[in-house]
């Protein structure tokens, strides 16, 4: 069975954080909700942005804003890249 505790230097990593928020007069929860909404921040990718995300066969998105600010993901169907490059 894996073991769930943490490699000591990953503690100590932890505690020298700790310490160091402390030695600023920072309440350990405070620093805590500032690196949670640090990690939760989303990153909108650029409009027009295309990727791939592999499944179990690989699937074509391209990013889309609309006026109302939502993002759209469409799928790019291989049809309509190869209608794209007849017509360019």
């Known amino acids: 069975m894996r073991s769930m505790l943490l490699a000591n230097r990953q503690i100590r990593a932890m505690d ?3 310490e160091g928020a402390m030695e600023r007069s920072l309440s350990p929860f405070a ?5 949670l909404d640090s990690i939760t921040t ?3 990718p650029e409009d027009g942005t295309e990727f791939t995300v592999y ?3 690989p699937q074509r998105y391209k990013v889309v804003y609309q006026e109302d600010g939502s993002v759209h993901y469409n799928v790019i169907e291989e049809k309509d890249e ?6 360019e």
């Open 31 to 35: 620093v805590m909700d500032k690196v």
């Open 55 to 57: 499944k179990m066969v």
């Open 42 to 44: 989303p990153i909108p």
């Open 82 to 87: 190869e209608l794209q490059l007849q017509k």
């Open 16 to 18: 020298r954080f700790f």
